[in-house]
């Protein structure tokens, strides 16, 4: 179904990807903290905030961070070279 969506609403489709992505960083920010208690983990509050000071936590989540878009940028262009030396 995506596959046929990107084909003949490929911008639409794009935009309401990117629009979930956006939407999903709020609830994937690393830096949260407990506002409220509960015994189970599903029903616990948090508050997204920015690290007061940046210890070794803070500095290995932006690492992985980093080495994520590495990654992801890194696939991207072998994808664009082979596609390329494949030609038409």
Not at 27 to 43: H, I, N, T
Not at 69 to 83: E, Q
Request: net charge neutral.
């Amino acid at each position: 179904m995506l596959k046929w969506l990107l084909q003949h609403y490929h911008d639409g489709t794009m935009s309401v990807l990117c629009g979930f992505m956006v939407g999903s960083l709020y609830r994937l920010w690393p830096f949260q903290r407990e506002v409220g208690f509960a015994e189970k983990f599903k029903y616990k509050v948090f508050e997204v905030h920015m690290p007061d000071h940046f210890g070794s936590h803070e500095w290995i989540v932006l690492l992985v961070c980093v080495l994520g878009m590495a990654l992801v940028l890194s696939l991207d262009a072998i994808a664009v070279r082979k596609t390329n030396e494949v030609g038409p």
